[in-house]
């Protein structure tokens, strides 16, 4: 999970997709999202990392 439950509010994942990620501005709800799920489904792996690289670089989205 990334935010910790089930009955996270769309604020919560999206302030916690920012923070993982470290990016420079909250996505909107469906990035964050689509982002929560790539998270959860590479959770603990070196993609988080590298995605976060792409997404300040401009690279994906």
Known sequence: AVVGYGR???EQVQEMV????SLPGVPSTD???ALACAICHNHGGP???SLGRS???GRVL
């Open 47 to 49: 993609v988080i990392g």
């Open 8 to 10: 996270a509010t769309k």
């Open 31 to 33: 990035a964050a999202d």
């Open 18 to 21: 920012k923070r993982l990620l």
């Open 55 to 57: 997404l300040r670089s």
